[in-house]
């Protein structure tokens, strides 16, 4: 169904383009050797060239361009082999040279898609305009002392790229969906570790709004440094409310860069068009023209992880999984790793079941990531396997799990030395079962006068009586036969 | 130690190594010359004596031992354009106050690696921007020489004036300069001495303050072109640290002098007879070719048919490119700071208090052709221009293997006779310019003395890398001329 939103003169569809900035993963900046770590104290990981010295040159990083090429195949994006470095000229204090060294005019990668998930199980494509490759600028600090402002280099410099969406995305649900699934690539590829957080991504929404069936587009507002999903999501309905109450008023919209502020719910103008920054583009004359061979990009391309949509196909193919278990598993490159590991040599389709279910509760309740996970794919998968074979059943395995992420303990260790081996010895099963029947003779009365529910009641005590050891399957099948006696 | 004032370059090396001379003495005699002459000059923004006779001293142990470097013990002068670890470089700008750097530009290692004595910091146009020397927050540097009618103060040309009067007086064997569209050549001519700008990439610009990158080239300047091959031979190479440093083996300049003309088809590009040039200069255009015919090349006329455009667009590409370049000075980090109660005051504050004037209407004009609006209409033609102004080169190569020129309009003229018009200053880049623009190697030869005993100069312009032909060629034309003149302040015996 498509997104509307209701107005006083009727229903209106909204049109939003993203362009995020997500950190390169790389050891050194864009053009310094300067170290490109997240944190530090302030201004030590800052080099000559990143201060903007006299006479200080730029040197480009060979590994950001591989990161960036990367990121383009991952995109399914055109690669360009010629792309070109220009100057961004504007004047900010953790700007050290006065100019931002960009991809304007040349972008090392073109035209590229994602393809998007939404809730009702549909899929879109969202296309991908360009990704460019550029510095990033320091950080300015206001609020240390009433007059002065500091400024912290550390981040001066580190490659960025941004990558601008197409305004294709009809929805904050896909906008949502939009954001996610391109942090998923990028961290399969790992050429960014998206974390919103520390602002290694970074989104600007373009926003505009228009009437259903309206082939052009009306003025958009860009919505600048959104830095969660969640805020993305929020930005987009807020703004595109405010913009149908501008129109519905007889108003126009402006073209004008805002500021989301989450604790308002709103957004405010940060600088109309009137306002914007000349930044008088031109080639960096430091740095020739960027020229790759297509040998090169093919290398890259051979060496790529399995991306997640190939990486789905294959778990749904390979295990028989449902597309929601492998969009789960697929979520996260070791999530699906520890899956495989898992499913290798146990029920495939027991395994998904167990880790959406049970481990991955045992893993929110211990707040660790499957990287530290407590227990490990291939005690899990040892785990699964005393259920197959029906040493312990369904519901001790629960409890047997619970051990293992509380102890370490393996999961037959923890059965051998709390006896919860499953009791499949017939005559075991039948004396408990009559052990039973007598003390609650009444009960039996009442299940005979046609009381079946009482039935549930009889597995219950005989199931307690064996402490939950009992096979459920035996249990039920000695139950009917001696109830019927 | 009479006499000591007559080395060149080369004698010099050749004295030190015979042990003729100490470094010491040597050194000693360049500082007293400094000391008793630039006074008058005000060729050095700042003097490093200590560090120099440190740095002798330590060249004697090194010959003492047979050993040392092609520079081992010899005295130069750096244009303070180039940033010297521990000494203070201003760009003759006030906007970088004391600023000292904590590094090495690579051109000035490459020198001390070779064992380079450096005397100091020399007089140049505010970040290179100029023709006279006149545009320098130190007062201007003064050309050694005088007319022969009048005691009037010349210009010694610029932007590297100060290197081209130490270098004229005596006061240093050698220096280094900066060539952006005439800067070494234009200077070189002005002061009666010899000047190369390299092929763009052959030095490296890390650690050189920069005025427009893709212009910008490190070269020698001396008092002959044995000294400038000698010294180039230094100051080239490749640098990881420069993009655009080309890495292409550096020959053995110097052997090139000996190479000759026979047989060298010698360019006279048609479109460098301006108008209103000096018949003088006409006449000493002539003389070269004269002298180049007679040694054994051969002169052929040739079109260089986009010549005209040469100063429009290099005065775009180049303010364009150092309007972004020099917006680092910022008070921000380094230099003088002016302070305000906002961000953008304190900008404008020290921007303004620490730029000179010619620099301010250069970022301008810079800034303007880059703006929104005009960038197609001046930069991007600019460019395509450029392309043209290089294709007419490497077409007129195809068959030439060198071309002369005048290297400037006219000799050296007084400070008080500066044109008003900035524009009129600008034109004494029209023969220098368009090499810049190509990128193409060219130097500077003294070749006469106008009506009034002002040095001339003529300037050969080379194929790309081939700075050997164009050294060849250049000292058949000093043996012909055989320039021997001295300039009134001089460090030996006075003219």
Redesign the interface.
Known sequence: MSYRITGSTGEWEIVVGLEVHAQVVSEAKLFSGASAEYGGEPNTHVS?VD??????????NQECVAQAVRTGLGLEAEINLFSRFD?K?Y???DL????QISQFAHPIIGKGKVLVDLADGSTREIGVTRLHLEQDAGKSIHDQDPTR?F?DLNRAGVALMEIVSEPDIRSPEEAGAYLRKLRQILRYIGTCDGNMEEGSMRADVNVSVRKPGETEYRTRCEIKNVNSIRFVIMSIEVEAQRQIEVWEAGGTVDQETRLFDHVRSETRSLRSKEDAH?Y???PD????PLVIEQSWVDGLKAALPELPEAKRARLEQEYGVSRYESSVLCVEQAIADFYETVARGADARLAANWMLGDFFAALNRTGRSIEDSPVSAEGLRELLGLISNSTINGKIAKEVLEDMVETGESASAIVEKKGLRQVTDTGAIESAIREILVANSDKVAEYKSGKDKLFGFFVGQTMKAMKGKGNPALVNETLKKLLSE | MSGIHDFTLASARDALKSRKISAVELTNAHIDAIERLDGQLNSFITRTPDQARDAAKAADEVLAKGEGGSLCGIPLGIKDL??TNGVR?T?ASKI?GN?V???E?TVTANLLKDGAVFLGKLNLDEFAMGAANLNSAFGPAVNPWKRSDSDTKLVPGGSSGGSAAAVAAGLVLGATGTDTGGSIRQPAAFTGIAGIKPTYGRCS??????F???LDQAGPMARNLQDCAILLESMAGFD?????SVDTPVPNYEAALKRGVKGLRVGIPKEYHVDGMPAEIEALWQQGMTWLRDAGAEIVEVSLPHTKYGLPTYYIAAL??A??NL??Y?G???GERVSAPS??GL?EASRAAGFGEEVKRRILIG?HV???GY?DAY?LRAQKLRTLIQQDFLKAFENVDVLLTPTAPSGAFAQDEKPTDPVQMYLNDVFTVPASMAGVPALSVPAGLDARGVPLGLQLIGKFFDEETLIAAGHAIEQAAAFHHRPTIHAGVSA
């Open positions: 000559l201060a903007g010295f006299p006479g200080m040159l730029p040197v480009l100057r000229n004047f900010y204090a050290p040279t006065g100019y402002s400024i000349d008088r583009y031109f004359p430091d740095l020739l | 180039f940033c470089t760009a970088l600023f750097p904590p590094y530009s610009r890390f650690g050189t303050i920069a427009a990158s893709s990881p640290r420069d993009s655009t364009a490119e309007s972004s917006a680092r910022d921000v980090r380094f961000l953008d900008y800034t880059l703006s929104s960038y930069y």
